[in-house]
């Protein structure tokens, strides 16, 4: 049910003129993807920079909190420019996202990295910064940041399979497949 719901959503949103604007002016897709990576560089590297710290691998002798409050401005402005910029990529092409399997998969991974950040903040501000001059963080802040790395690095490798989807609707005939791919149509015939 919800499959069906998202894909006629989708086909509402590709019906809509400046999701086929998008698509098909001449740099307007260029422009869009390449601003969500470069955003995407500049603020998962400066989140990795932070968990790379926490975790004692990176300048073990500058307090954490300077290195967080250093790199949040950018990293926060980074994200939002990302997230606009993702948002925009989607509306452009959202049957194709709709049914890409990994596109799903992403999003599933985005959604646990935001619930991770948000536990490892709460965790940061109870540590109340005693731990910020030693090498590496309390154990819960590395654990934290082991799982920020993970997610954060299939995020991005999700990203990058969804131009190149392995799980297209007319070439897979496994039906759990096609449930997770979002693949309504294809589902219905068999």
Same mark, same amino acid.
């Given at each position: 049910?919800i499959n069906e719901l998202l894909l006629q959503f989708a086909h509402w949103l590709e +019906?809509? =003129?400046?999701? =086929?604007?998008?698509?098909?002016?001449?740099?307007?897709?260029?422009?869009?993807?390449?601003?969500?990576?470069?955003?995407?560089?500049?603020?998962?590297?400066?989140?990795?920079?932070i968990d790379f710290r926490m975790l004692g691998w990176v300048l073990p002798n500058v307090?954490?909190?300077?290195? !967080?409050?250093?790199?949040? @401005?950018?990293?926060?402005?980074?994200?939002?420019?990302?997230?606009?910029? /993702?948002?925009?990529?989607?509306?452009? @092409?959202? #049957?194709?996202? #709709?049914?890409?399997?990994?596109?799903?998969? @992403?999003?599933?991974?985005?959604?646990?990295?935001?619930?991770? +950040?948000?536990?490892?903040? !709460? @965790?940061?501000? &109870? &540590?109340?910064?005693?731990w910020d001059a030693d090498r590496v963080a309390p154990k819960p802040l590395r654990t934290? &940041?082991?799982?920020?790395?993970?997610?954060?690095? /299939?995020?991005? !490798?999700?990203?990058?399979?969804?131009?190149?989807?392995?799980?297209?609707?007319?070439?897979?005939?496994?039906?759990?497949?096609?449930? +997770? &791919?979002?693949?309504?149509? =294809?589902?219905? +015939?068999?």
């Amino acid at each position: 049910m919800i499959n069906e719901l998202l894909l006629q959503f989708a086909h509402w949103l590709e +019906a809509q =003129q400046y999701s =086929q604007m998008l698509v098909s002016g001449y740099y307007s897709w260029n422009w869009l993807e390449a601003t969500h990576v470069l955003t995407l560089m500049i603020s998962i590297g400066s989140l990795f920079i932070i968990d790379f710290r926490m975790l004692g691998w990176v300048l073990p002798n500058v307090p954490a909190t300077t290195i !967080a409050d250093r790199l949040h @401005k950018p990293m926060i402005t980074g994200f939002v420019i990302m997230f606009i910029t /993702g948002i925009l990529l989607v509306y452009a @092409k959202p #049957v194709e996202n #709709v049914q890409s399997l990994w596109f799903r998969i @992403k999003m599933l991974l985005l959604l646990l990295a935001f619930v991770n +950040a948000w536990i490892f903040n !709460a @965790k940061m501000r &109870a &540590a109340d910064g005693s731990w910020d001059a030693d090498r590496v963080a309390p154990k819960p802040l590395r654990t934290g &940041a082991i799982i920020s790395l993970c997610l954060w690095c /299939g995020v991005v !490798a999700m990203g990058r399979f969804i131009p190149y989807d392995w799980v297209d609707c007319d070439k897979v005939s496994n039906t759990t497949l096609l449930w +997770a &791919a979002g693949c309504v149509e =294809q589902l219905n +015939a068999i």
